[in-house]
């Protein structure tokens, strides 16, 4: 049933022999202790003997935040307190586009390694840094012009690890490209090959500054990065790595990406595709080849432990934090920390924190000055997070232990019992307990009820939705049906501003003399999206039969203008893009179609609004409203440029206000 390793009772073993401080072994991992059931393992770094014990949950962290290492908010607080704890740490390179860092300061940042510039204020870090591609960041953006960061679009995989090297991670990602939902299998196959070609790049690179370039700093542990539509399609992904980076480094690591969007919408399929990288990994490399999933963590981390995966990283805990939520130890619920009575947690953060000074301090009015409390918001925003990241790390600690005890079995029961009502822990139960018999024996006698496999619901159709943004243009409404039930349509990233253009002769429908311009979502046809719904229903409670006068028109980061008669075409329902505060150009672009539009049917609108809250579709509008004289921007105050504002009741009033100006009855 499992084995002791031999090298599990001598950790230290592997560098015993050379005397310190001289050896120059490259990095490698090993495992320590091994069970049919997950296993305990350990990475050492080819620097100052760093080591990582497996598995591990990596907090996602941002380092280059503003010009300075003074600067940051939130960061500042959480690297102070990271570092001094030595926790091993994840970031992704290209995080510098968040904070609006121009090219001279990224420059000035690339001299010296993470650790150098945060010595004077953090001290000495000797935690592991894992440093990703930041591959998803550029998903959705092609055409982001990366030049004055020294990206270059022909040698972009070179120029990020060059950056990742300049950094000094200790582990490193290969660019890869990361796969979205139902993206068209031929873009799927390109993007795989391509990431795959990246990760031989990188190994090569790697291996040959292991041999003998004395003038390398550190060598950085490689991870090559691993994507599939299926279980089976990631599996031969993998075979296919082995194959060309097999003989090119002794050890090295895969990273899995893509599962964000599974996560929590199909967590079986997550499972599906982590199993099917470990059991590609030949066997003579099993014990030498680390598993880390990117973007999971919380409740599914034991789960996946338990089949052999080795690490993890979370945003989360910030994500948490950002809204004032207090994740309960060993529930896992979610509490208002203003709501809260008590703090029943004996973490570090907890003691240092008292739940009455938090309170206090969110109670003041001031969000950039001191608090009444003598400190800064964003401390207290800092020390939610890190409580918040506390408690998933013991989640999978417990499991660590369990493993390590060759307890899994009854470890992972006494989770999932614990967890068995949270939504995604369900079918990925139910996923496991259809590979693993004797773990469902040993679960039917312990669950209040055995997930059944969920079947995925097809989308919803919301009727008040398509009765105020009708979804087809023209005649053909009542012909062209716009979901296939059951099959969801596949989406494309080749899509360019060239493939949708408002035609020529269109003409604004009759008696929509009121023009509403809202940004683009992910979710197509836009109006199934959550943005254009909440705007949608807002809007129908407000005015009644009197909406009717209302045309949207979306704002799309890749088309420009598109009126909701067009949401159903194919160009505009099938291509995924974001736009970004940084692709000036695509800003310009949309800008510019915005006002060609206005321009050319000036007469058919008596009132023209634009509604966003996020940087860049906002930079469009205000482009707009300085160009074409009555163009409105809402909300005109707007103390943080972020989607989540769009959703605030005052922002939404604001628009009903204006739009009841022009006559338009509320009713
Ligand atoms: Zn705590």
């Known amino acids: 049933m499992h084995q002791q390793k031999d090298k599990g009772i001598n950790p230290c073993k592997a560098g015993a022999d050379t005397p310190s401080g001289t050896e120059n072994h490259s990095a490698t991992y090993h495992t320590l202790f091994e069970t049919s059931h997950g296993r305990v393992g350990e990475l050492r770094l080819s620097t100052n003997n760093r080591k990582l014990l497996t598995p591990v949950l990596f907090p996602v962290i941002n380092f280059l935040t503003g010009t300075s290492t003074r600067g940051g908010g939130i960061w500042k607080y959480i690297l102070h307190i990271f570092m001094q704890r030595q926790t091993p740490m994840l970031s992704q390179v290209l995080h510098f586009l968040d904070f609006n860092l121009i090219g001279k300061y990224l420059a000035k940042w690339r001299k010296k390694s993470m650790r150098e510039h945060y010595r004077e204020r953090n001290g000495e870090y000797e935690g592991v840094l894992f440093l990703d591609s930041g591959g998803f960041k550029l998903l959705y953006s092609t055409g982001l012009d990366l030049k004055e960061f020294g990206i270059h679009k022909e040698t972009e995989a070179d120029d990020i690890l060059d950056l990742q090297l300049d950094f000094e991670g200790d582990i490193v990602a290969s660019l890869d490209y990361p796969l979205p939902p139902n993206l068209a299998r031929p873009e799927a196959v390109a993007r795989m090959e391509q990431s795959l070609a990246n990760a031989v790049r990188a190994a090569e690179k790697l291996a040959g500054r292991d041999n003998g370039d004395s003038a390398a700093r550190t060598t950085p542990y490689l991870y090559t990065c691993c994507h599939g539509q299926s279980g089976e399609d990631i599996a031969n992904y993998v075979t296919d790595v082995f194959e060309r980076i097999g003989d090119k480094l002794p050890s090295f690591g895969l990273a899995v990406g893509s599962l964000v969007p599974l996560r929590g919408r199909d967590d079986s399929a997550v499972m599906e595709r982590l199993n099917g990288v470990v059991q590609a990994i030949p066997d003579a490399r099993r014990d030498t080849t680390p598993v880390h999933a990117f973007g999971v963590s919380g409740t599914l981390t034991p789960l996946l432990a338990y089949i052999g995966i080795d690490s993890f ?60 409390t003598g400190k800064f918001k964003s401390e207290y925003y800092a020390a939610i997070a890190l409580h918040n990241f506390h408690v998933e790390t013991e989640m999978l600690t417990d499991m660590r232990e369990a493993i390590q005890a060759d307890d899994a079995v009854e470890g992972l029961t006494r989770h999932i019992a614990k967890y068995q009502r949270t939504r995604g822990l369900q079918s990925a139960t139910a996923w ?167 321009q050319k049917n000036r007469d058919n609108y008596t009132l023209t609004i634009g509604y966003a809250t996020s940087k860049a579709y906002r930079e469009v509008f205000s482009l707009v409203e300085k160009r074409y004289t009555g163009f409105i921007l809402l909300p005109k105050e707007l103390k943080q440029k972020r989607l989540s504002e769009f959703f605030r009741h005052a922002h939404l009033d604001t628009l009903v206000n204006a739009l009841s100006v022009e006559g338009i009855m509320q009713s």
């Open 432 to 598: 496991l307990a259809e590979k693993d018999n004797a773990l469902a024996i040993r679960l039917t006698r312990t669950l209040i009820q055995m997930p059944m496999k969920m079947v995925a619901e097809p989308a919803q159709r919301n009727p008040n939705q398509l009765e105020l943004f009708p979804l087809t243009y023209g005649d053909t409404s009542s012909e062209t049906p716009i979901i296939r039930e059951g099959e969801p349509q596949t989406i494309s990233l080749a899509y360019t501003p060239d493939n949708f253009r408002i035609p020529e002769e269109y003409q604004p429908p009759a008696g929509k003399e009121i023009l509403l311009a809202i940004p683009c979502a992910g979710k197509k046809p836009y109006s199934l999206s959550r943005t254009h719904t909440i705007v949608a229903n807002r809007l129908q409670t407000a005015f009644g039969e009197e909406h009717q006068r209302i045309h949207k028109i979306t704002l799309s980061g890749l088309y420009g203008p598109v009126p909701e008669e067009f949401e159903s075409e194919e160009a505009v329902i099938r291509y995924d893009f974001q736009l970004l505060p940084q692709n000036a150009a695509q800003i310009q672009l949309c800008a510019s179609r915005f006002i060609d539009y206005l």
């Open 313 to 372: 990283d979370s945003s989360a805990y910030i994500q948490t934090s950002r809204s004032l939520t207090y994740v309960q130890p060993r529930t896992s619920k979610k509490l208002k920390i203003m709501e809260m009575d008590a703090i029943d947690c004996d973490c570090y953060i907890c003691k240092a924190f008292p739940l009455q000074e938090i309170q206090q301090a969110f109670m003041d009015k001031q969000s950039y000055k001191v608090t009444s």
